[in-house]
C-alpha cells in the first residue's frame, strides 16, 4: 500500500475553516459533522485554504498548494497536513490569498484541472505575489507545452 498524504479539514461556522479547494482526492473519511480527514496519492496536487477568525475578525487566512510526495521523501511541514508535502506555493493574508483563488478561477475557465497545471507555475505564482510583481497567466499554450515536456522527462 502507498502511504498517501493526509490532511484534516475542519469547518466550525465563523470560527475555523480548512477545505481542498482542488485535487483528486484518493481517500476520504468523515470523522465527525464538522472534521474529515481527506487522502492524497503520492505525486498528486492539491491546494488547502485555511481561514480562522476569533471575536475580533479574521486570524488566519492562507492558501497553500502541495504535491504528495512518497515515504521518505523530504517535505515541507504545513498546519494539519500530514506527513507535510512539496511546497509549491504558500501565501498569507486575504488579499493575496484572493489572487490565488482568482488564478485558479482564471485556469478551470480554461478548462484545464488546477493539479494538472505546471508545477513551476505554482511556484511562479508564489514567487511574483511574494516580489509584489503581477504575475503570467497560465494559457492553454502553456499547459500544451507542458503535457509535451512531461512526455520527453524521465
Not at 19 to 31: L, Y
Not at 85 to 106: F, Y
Request: hydrophobic share 40%; net charge positive; proline share 6%.
Amino acid at each position: 500500500m502507498t502511504a498517501r498524504t493526509s490532511v484534516e479539514l475542519l469547518w466550525i461556522e465563523k470560527q475555523v475553516e480548512r477545505w481542498i479547494r482542488f485535487g483528486r482526492i484518493a481517500s476520504d473519511t468523515i470523522v465527525d459533522r464538522r472534521r474529515r480527514t481527506v487522502g492524497f496519492d503520492p505525486g498528486s496536487v492539491f491546494a488547502l485554504v485555511q481561514w480562522a477568525s476569533n471575536n475580533h475578525g479574521t486570524i488566519v487566512s492562507r492558501i497553500d498548494i502541495l504535491r504528495a510526495v512518497g515515504a521518505r521523501a523530504p517535505v515541507t511541514t504545513v498546519p494539519s497536513v500530514a506527513p507535510g508535502g512539496e511546497l509549491l506555493l504558500h501565501q498569507s493574508g486575504w488579499p493575496k490569498v484572493e489572487i490565488v483563488l482568482a488564478a485558479i478561477d482564471t485556469i478551470e475557465a480554461q478548462d484545464i484541472e488546477p493539479e494538472h497545471v505546471c508545477p513551476d507555475h505554482w511556484r511562479h505564482l508564489h514567487h511574483r505575489l511574494a516580489a509584489r510583481q503581477a504575475p503570467r497567466a497560465y494559457s492553454r499554450e502553456r499547459h500544451a507545452a507542458w503535457l509535451k515536456r512531461r512526455t520527453i522527462e524521465p
